[in-house]
Nanobody, 121 residues
Framework: QVQLVESGGGLVQAGGSLRLSCAAS????????MGWYRQAPGKQRELVAT???????NYADSVKGRFLISTANAKNTVYLQMNSLNPEDTAVYYC???????????????WGQGTQVTVSS
């Protein structure tokens, strides 16, 4: 019913930048919030940043001042601008969306397939 497609991952040297994109499509009635999470090898998935439909943002302490989350005008696309990357940022980054679906009640959470970000030292 709802699909999230991420793009923009890759390999970058320490100190560099990457921009991730995630587009949500399908039977979306309204969008409550979108966000980015990441999972490094051997570690649990952790929150990176979220943004609500009202524009409120939340960041993990480890990325504050370096990463910026934003949405497109349609607000079913979310971006993550990542600056001053370091090797500790290496992980699979997952897009997340909390939406209501046409014909259903309540909010539903969907995940993208993940995109690899590798930062070399």
């Amino acid at each position: 019913q709802v699909q999230l497609v991420e793009s923009g991952g890759g390999l970058v040297q320490a100190g560099g930048s990457l921009r991730l994109s995630c587009a949500a499509s399908g039977s979306i009635w309204s969008n409550n919030a979108m966000g980015w999470y990441r999972q490094a090898p051997g570690k649990q998935r952790e929150l990176v940043a979220t943004i609500t439909s009202g524009g409120s943002t939340n960041y993990a302490d480890s990325v504050k001042g370096r990463f910026l989350i934003s949405t497109a005008n349609a607000k079913n696309t979310v971006y993550l601008q990542m600056n001053s990357l370091n090797p500790e940022d290496t992980a699979v980054y997952y897009c997340n969306a909390k939406v209501s679906v046409v014909g259903l009640t309540g909010w539903y959470v969907y995940w993208g397939q993940g995109t690899q970000v590798t930062v070399s030292s």
